[in-house]
């Protein structure tokens, strides 16, 4: 016999870098997660409505399947969006 959890995510903390700011980075990242079917995407717009955030527009939104995603903001000064794990992110820039 086996008990079954279900739970709705939910974004707990935003950590901001480069002197980007908290509402700034929830805007891009909703923005691009409103194009994806991932459960942590849902966390993200909710989190960004809770804060009464506009998600930015974004464009050439691609998932890669186990890794994350990719989207070009059309509204912050660094135009790459990754919303996946850091390796990913190697895969296309360095990361210092």
Do not use: R
């Not at 016999?1 to 995510?9: D, I, L």
């Not at 939910?10 to 891009?28: F, Q, R, W």
């Amino acid at each position: 016999m086996g008990v079954a959890t279900f739970g709705k995510p939910i974004v707990s903390d935003i950590i901001p870098m480069n002197g980007t700011e908290k509402e700034e980075l929830l805007a891009c990242a909703s923005g691009a997660e409103v194009f994806s079917e991932h459960p942590l995407a849902e966390a993200i717009i909710d989190a960004a409505k809770k804060e009464g955030l506009t998600p930015h527009k974004v464009e050439n939104f691609k998932s890669v399947a186990g890794k994350g995603a990719i989207a070009e903001c059309l509204v912050c000064e660094d135009e790459t969006i990754f919303i996946c794990k850091l390796s990913f992110i190697n895969e296309h820039q360095p990361v210092t």
